[in-house]
């Protein structure tokens, strides 16, 4: 028996991983345009936008580490000033985040904004660095009528310095910037992510697992579980939360490999979908394929065939002293909880069979909530 979590620092959202997975292209064309601009002696400014998730962050995070190693302008080298603007955004607490970075700290009252901007000018003055100021989160701050993105954009016109800005935001900020800014974040300046597939997402899962869990602590249909979980969103961040909590889960337990289970109860504890009351509205039909989905999976598997499944539904008819049902009847139950979002159909090329699998919660603790409703659970049989 061993640890799972070997490496658990390397699932923290603040953790940079080595290696982009499927945004190389994005990064080549951020790193591509701004190698040039500052090789020509002038700032680049950039927008990225996308949904939650989609890896804005960590793409310019990546690219500022880059930059800070090997880009150059003129002499000066490249500092990044990570800033964000989540909440707390006022022109105010930016300024006193970029004074922070070059070493000034000054008490957040007192200062008026544009003294704030001369300390920094002075700061700067004294240590020639071309910054690249992240400021992530900016869509509160720009919809607040922001000076601050127009100083950034032209500080070598408002005396500054020499900085480049980078925007983050879920949606595209033109029409919110102000006429002069907006030249500085036109439709070239401007990169849209576009949420990760399913594929994808197992990509960028299979290399953080490496990073992060002992080999052997994770069958791949593992993180294919996770990665069909977070699909409907694209969304990276979640996976991860997802992959790291069901790990701890197991680890807790005392097992030394995550299981199907574990993801189930990871996914519920994050975002809890599914509720009783959704059981309320089934067919008897309903229930009991559910319930031998449930006790199937309960044993073992992320996914299960629907010819196994039907099998299992057969025998548990037999069980409950129940008549069988049609092949058609038994397909038609699942398209019916299929729309009701308890399971998921993955239908094969032939169109005659699919893949089932339930991720909304404890495969363990759905069998036991169909049970009593169908007065068939372990108490009714004592
Ligand atoms: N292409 C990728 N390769 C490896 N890891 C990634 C990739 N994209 C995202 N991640 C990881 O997924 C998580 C979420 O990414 P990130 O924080 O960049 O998303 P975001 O778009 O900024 O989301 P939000 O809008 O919620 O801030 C991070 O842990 C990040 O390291
Ligand atoms: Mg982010």
């Known amino acids: 028996m061993g640890r799972i979590l070997l490496h658990e620092e390397t699932l923290d959202p603040n953790f940079l991983p080595p290696k982009l997975v499927h945004r190389s292209e994005e990064l080549q064309r951020l790193t591509r345009r701004s190698t040039e601009s500052l090789s020509r002696g002038v700032p680049f400014h950039v927008q990225i936008n996308g949904g939650i998730g989609s890896g804005k962050t960590v793409l310019a995070r990546r690219l500022a580490a880059d930059l800070e190693r090997h880009g150059r302008i003129g002499q000066a080298a490249v500092k990044s000033v990570y800033i964000n603007a989540w909440r707390r955004a006022s022109d105010r607490t930016v300024a006193l985040d970029l004074l922070r970075a070059v070493g000034v700290h000054l008490p957040d009252r007192g200062y008026s904004l544009s003294e704030m901007l001369d300390v920094f000018e002075q700061g700067a003055r004294r240590q020639p660095r071309h910054y690249l100021v992240i400021l992530d989160e900016a869509g509160a701050l720009v919809r607040q009528e922001t000076k601050i993105v127009y100083l950034l954009s032209r500080a070598a016109e408002v005396g500054l310095g020499s900085i480049s800005l980078i925007l983050i935001a879920p949606d595209d900020l033109l029409p919110y910037l102000d006429p002069a800014s907006r ?200």
């Open 183 to 382: 030249s500085s974040f036109g439709p070239t300046h401007r990169l849209a992510l576009t949420p990760y597939t399913r594929e994808q997402l197992q990509d960028i899962l299979d290399a953080r697992a490496e990073l992060a869990l002992r080999p052997g602590s994770y069958e791949p249909s593992i993180l294919g579980q996770v990665a069909r979980i977070a699909a409907p969103n694209g969304d990276a961040r979640f996976a991860l939360e997802v992959l790291g909590s069901a790990a701890h889960a197991a680890e807790g337990a005392g097992r030394d490999a995550i299981a199907a289970e574990d993801v189930r109860a990871a996914k519920g504890s994050i975002y809890p979908t599914v509720s009783e009351s959704l059981l309320e509205g089934l067919s008897t039909q309903g229930l009991t394929v559910l319930l031998a989905l449930a006790r199937s999976l309960r044993r073992k598997g992320a996914t299960i065939s629907s010819q196994k499944l039907r099998e299992t539904h057969a025998g548990l008819l037999e069980e409950f002293e129940e008549k069988p049902v049609s092949r058609t009847t038994f397909w038609r139950t699942l398209k019916e909880l299929d729309r009701a979002g308890l399971v998921a159909l993955e239908i094969g090329a032939s169109g005659t069979s699919a893949e089932i699998s339930m991720d909304e919660m404890p495969a363990s603790y759905l069998a036991t909530l169909i049970e009593e409703r169908l007065g068939h659970g372990p108490a009714a049989r004592r």
